[in-house]
């Protein structure tokens, strides 16, 4: 069955540095989504992206964090200057969306758990 | 978003059937419910998702009265491997492109 793939599956990095967590979807999905967890709370939304350009950010999407598809096959998220509480995990998801969207299930990756010190 | 209330946590013995029941008074006409599944350090993962009635498949049961105020899902005869935390969500085309909203879940532990 085909699946979301995600790396690293940890990275730890120091406050202010830049880091990109990469997640390769399902082949032929159209819609791809970023999620984060931070450890013991709930799965929260960042950001959706359709067609090459971001459909929907949530508050936590700031100017610190970027989506980008650089080829056929990868979704990047970027956190440029990371802060303590960036620490999550971070789950990458994608839909077909080829019937719209109704009734389609979101595809979750393994998640990269983000460490901030 | 209609809002969801489910419980905190849950024990069950392997081999018994368990069933989560999630309120949500105000769900709207157009609105879907989908139950997902999470294992420790693990992305959610799709289990079943209903409009009204009954809905089985490979995994779970979701029955929804008429009123859809209210869904259960129904896990028969779970294993220890069923240990999770079960979120029920309830909007418009939530497993579409649309962002889905996660509350705290129901924790389930099942024992030996």
């Known amino acids: 069955e085909p699946e979301v793939t995600q790396t690293p599956s940890h990275q730890v990095t120091q406050m202010g540095q830049e880091v990109i967590l990469r997640c390769v979807p399902i082949?032929?999905?159209?819609?791809f989504y970023w999620y984060r967890q931070i450890l013991g709370q709930k799965v929260e939304f960042l950001v959706s992206f359709y067609n090459n350009e971001i459909s929907e950010k949530s508050e936590i999407f700031d100017d610190q964090f970027s989506v980008e598809r650089p080829d056929g096959s990868n979704f990047t998220l970027k956190i440029r200057s990371t802060k303590l509480e960036d620490s999550a995990m971070y789950f990458c998801?994608?839909?077909?969306?080829?019937?719209?969207?109704?009734?389609?299930?979101?595809?979750f990756g393994p998640g990269t758990r983000l460490l901030v010190l | 978003l209609a809002k969801t209330t489910q419980p905190i946590s849950m024990d069950s013995y392997e081999g018994q059937e368990v069933n989560i029941t999630c309120s949500h008074n105000?769900?709207?006409?157009?609105?879907?419910i989908t139950w997902y599944q999470q294992f420790p350090s693990q992305g959610p993962r799709f289990i079943i998702q209903g409009y009204k009635t009954k809905v089985t498949n490979e995994v779970a049961s979701l029955f929804i009265p008429a009123d859809r105020k209210s869904s259960t899902l129904s896990l028969p005869r779970v294993s220890l491997s069923d240990t999770a935390v079960y979120y029920c969500l309830v909007g418009d085309q939530p497993s579409g492109n649309t962002p889905l909203v996660f509350g705290k879940g129901t924790r389930l532990s099942v024992i030996a």
């Open positions: 082949s032929n999905h159209l819609y």
């Open positions: 105000n769900i709207a006409t157009n609105d879907y």
């Open positions: 998801a994608s839909t077909p969306g080829t019937s719209g969207g109704e009734g389609e299930t979101q595809y």
